[in-house]
């Protein structure tokens, strides 16, 4: 059975040393008192639930899946899920980035993505249930009416009750425009939604004593297409005026979907019967209301890979170690063993390094979007509001896309290291696997991810956003150009900046002219993309490490951080000169293909 | 569910229009009456009973997987498994490419090729209990005594009796050497074999009346290490000297795996506990006996991973037909629907462009390696014979590892284009990808190929299997080289093959200093060499393509041909440019990271 060690000293070294988090936070009054020992002793626990509640529960959730009881829609989730989430409430962890007024504890969003990681790493199914929550809480905070944040905002805070995103429907996925399901407005201001509902996670289960549904529907007099829906909070029970359980609303799970993976998390078919709901925000701008969700469900699943690339490199690495296989082509290293253990052989760790070089990129990713996140939303100074926006908005995609495309890649080298013993199911490394598989998918694929990203993102402002991202990348380049020391980080950053500036107007040009070249084009963008942004964040882990070392330090860690960030210049960054040429091929080799593809 | 066409019109361009197999074969004597006619009504066949009565258990299958019972060592397969190999064995299909003195057709070995990529298409796990026998039965025809042949090899071809192959123990998988099954010898002249194997495929199962294993072990006196192990065929039942069965012997199925997929085949824990069997060849030489078996095992895992690509690339495409979301960026393409067929996006067409081009080039290699095995067996010219097998043992390493990695990243992309439709188990796209994903493990996992190739059959026999190759390619793009119209195929392929010599030179030189060079180079060498390859299939493919069309065939089969070309050459084929930059950067990178695997 796979075990996990939560990476608390890269988080640090990122938090405080990378990024120099409270400071920079402390810029914002509400997190005017925080103190990095705080922050510190909050991720030492969270490590600590993680590793020692949800992570045993791991391999037997997947073992067991959820099971749902059709007669009285019921769902028992596996053996003890129940309860770590109950530890997971008494601890107050659900409350960590919430508002003091309903109950929370007011910590920056940075240190709820820390917690997030590690409980991805431990249990992506088991985190899915509180982790749907955070997206219901921020919609309704953003949208909600005094009453709905009155009678929501506190339960979800204190975990008491968990949320749900119920968007897709049968014959809708991407394209929420065509969504077909009803909301009726009833004489008391109240609607009724008729409707299905598929693939929704956490859509029914045992956890808590309510779940509060965030259901897009449409009002009987919207225009057609993606400007007629709207939003609605539907509980499960009813709620009372005094904040008492009602009566049961008719919102249904009436299947579980057969999945690849995440088993442990039931994904719901629901059926709307008249179900009693109040409307989120204004009629028929329910998207731009669930878009406050998306995005942060967005970087929720990056997070959700990051967490898998960490726990398989951990578990592929001591089998390395462990495992005796054959000898070093150079001659045996273990002579007293009858083989060497299989770390010995290059291509072992290139597996290794690839996860371990994927998995510190993602989270300073991460960190640095979490960062954004809290600066956009409070920042005082508006300017820095809105280039925190304008920048997040631009990683967002990459951070979803890039982070969960890796973390497929990670997940099946670590799997690999294990030969096969690897595609065997109490190992758990084929289960990371399968859990990691469904992240390229879900909250918007990869595909989809690449066209916000390129249409939108870049093309989109006129490639604004980017040149603010350029800007600072830029800065970076010009302080160490002159450090000799950091040539071989910053020489293939430099060189790739340069080429993307070109590239992006090369195609802003060619789109314009014809809009299938973005589309054409979008998924090598974002790789490519993707990789600048990585170049940069290892470069900056890089410098910090060589100064410590310069200045004397003999902590091994900051000589594991340059050996990673070298690996990682070496042998995945140049994905980049063939991603580069595909991108530039041009869209007909993909539309004049009828007669291939008849 | 999954359907599944045979890809006959493919195969048949294959067969007689590139590689003309039926004059190139009929310069072998035993092969001298064979027709085209033969051949194709064959495939017919084939294509139906795979398509009719082992594709529909597929999905099934995969759900029930197999049960042990403990008590009797008796697997049951899943529901129908055992009534299509029935209906297999009345066909006479195990008996295809087996020798008529045994009860086989003798057919060809491209013949057997073709049966099985359509049967692994339909169901890979089913295919694997027959597909086992052809390993023993090709080991125990060429190094069996007369008597092991007389009471094996007529039940094999029949299909009564399926075969095994037992290498892997606990303890060793990769490195045989380390394997402690011991056979001790008896009075009679056979042995007694005790000792505990793993991940034995079809190990026990229902469906024949006896099972053959080929268990490879230590005789007492036995060198340490691969010089002492022996090859041994153990039987199930034993057999009389009439040919009926005797006494059960105790190689026991002691536990199934559970695993990612393949489910529907039996992988068995298997118990010798003082089993009789007989020696094959001589002692402490059985590794080179098990190499027979092997190589064409080899052959056989690419070839499970082209049905794979096949298969879900067929149902991608109708997917893509058929679910409507969102519009061309372009403007809408099915203006009476509510959105358009997915397929007018040009990502989805290159997921599913990316399944055909490496399910064609596939198939090309495959049916390519079938001939020149049927040359190396049983060609007049000695010459021919020795190049012919030189070059399939070069391109067995390809055969195996690049084919399965693009197989998996094809069987991805293919499930990618169903969204989240793709997770769900009913819809079967996720069962290819978990079958698929075996098969860069088993045989020799894919870094295992890499070093075969570079390290065995490149710098092993310097360069001669290389250059042998390299002057066929040599010969078409002479040939071709002032054709304008092939240049679009013929100047990458060039390009390739001038790089990939002076890069192979390199590295040789690297390698001779440094072993461990080769090691941090062959994974991305094995994906440049499998390039050199397909880009060269693809030529001979768009030249025939071509020549038809300019002769005036409106067959649109050519035309889809030609995109499909364009297609790979266009957005596969730059993937060289990372490859060999990161093959260049040499090992350091990999080894020097000590801190970073601490």
Chains 1, 2 share one sequence.
């Not at 014809?514 to 979008?522: H, L, Q, R, T, V």
Request: aromatic letters at 8%; proline letters at 5%.
């Amino acid at each position: 059975m796979p075990s996990y060690t939560p990476p608390l000293r890269d988080m640090q070294f990122l938090l405080h040393e990378v990024f120099d988090s409270v400071e920079r936070l402390k810029a914002i009054p509400r997190y005017a008192e925080l103190d990095a020992d705080t922050v510190n002793a909050v991720l030492e626990g969270a490590g600590q639930f993680a590793a020692e509640v949800t992570q045993p529960l791991n391999l037997s959730g997947d073992s067991e899946g959820c099971t749902l009881d059709r007669d009285t829609h019921t769902v028992t989730t596996p053996k003890g899920f129940k309860e770590a989430y109950a530890q997971f409430v008494a601890g107050g962890w659900p409350a960590l980035s919430c508002e003091p007024e309903y109950g929370g504890q007011g910590l920056p969003f940075v240190a709820n993505q820390c917690l997030y990681e590690m409980l991805n790493s431990a249990n992506q199914a088991w985190t899915m249930y509180p982790g749907l929550s955070h997206g219901a809480y921020e919609a309704l905070h953003a949208y909600g009416s005094d009453a709905q944040k009155q009678t929501y905002l506190g339960k979800l805070t204190s975990g008491e009750w968990t949320g749900t995103m119920c968007l897709t429907e049968p014959q809708c996925g991407t394209d929420l425009g065509l969504l077909t399901t009803k909301a009726e407005p009833q004489p008391d201001g109240s609607y009724r939604l008729t409707g299905s509902k598929i693939f929704i996670s956490a859509g029914e289960h045992d956890m808590a004593e309510n779940i509060v549904h965030l259901v897009l529907a449409r009002l009987p007099d919207a225009p057609k297409g993606s400007k007629g829906i709207s939003l609605f909070v539907v509980p499960k029970f009813l709620v009372n005026d005094d904040g008492s359980l009602g009566a049961r609303n008719p919102i249904y799970c009436t299947g579980l979907e057969h999945k690849m993976g995440i088993h442990g998390n039931a994904t719901a078919q629901i059926s709307l019967e008249g179900a009693a709901g109040t409307l989120v925000g204004e009629p028929n701008k329910g998207l731009q209301a669930m878009f406050i969700m998306m995005n942060a469900a967005r970087l929720g699943v990056g997070n959700q890979s990051l967490g898998l690339t960490e726990v398989a490199f951990q578990n592929a690495l001591a089998y390395a170690k462990e495992r005796i296989q054959m000898r070093s082509l150079s001659g045996p290293k273990a002579k007293d063993k009858p083989a060497d253990p299989i770390l010995v052989h290059p291509d072992v760790r290139r597996s290794l390094l690839t996860a371990k070089a994927y998995a510190e990129a993602g989270r300073a990713l991460l960190v640095y979007c979490a960062l954004l996140v809290d600066e956009h939303l409070y920042h005082p100074d508006e300017k820095r509001r809105k280039q925190a926006n304008q920048l997040v908005a631009l990683l967002t995609p990459i951070a979803k896309a890039f982070v969960t495309d890796n973390g497929f890649i990670a997940t099946n080298e670590c799997m690999q290291v294990f030969g096969g013993h690897g595609y065997i199911h109490e190992n758990g490394m084929e289960q990371f696997v399968r859990d990691a598989r469904i992240n390229l998918i879900y909250e918007g694929t990869n595909t989809v991810q690449s066209l916000d990203l390129l249409g939108r993102k870049v093309l989109g402002d006129q490639g604004a956003a980017l040149k603010l991202f350029g800007k600072e990348v830029a800065a970076f380049i010009e302080a160490e150009g002159v450090n000799e020391a950091m040539a071989e980080f910053i020489n293939p950053l430099a060189f790739l900046a340069d080429k993307l500036t070109k590239f992006t107007t090369e195609l802003g040009f060619k789109a314009f002219t014809s809009p299938d070249e973005a589309g054409g084009a979008s998924v090598d963008y974002l790789r490519v993309a993707g990789h600048l942004v990585y170049a940069y964040l290892f470069a900056r882990m890089a410098k910090v490490a060589q100064t410590a070392l310069a200045a004397g330090s003999t902590d091994p860690f900051y000589t594991a951080k340059l050996q990673t960030a070298r690996f990682y210049v070496a042998r995945l960054f140049p994905e980049v000169a063939s991603r580069m040429q595909t991108a530039r091929s041009g869209v007909a080799n993909l539309l004049d293909t009828d007669a291939a593809l008849a």
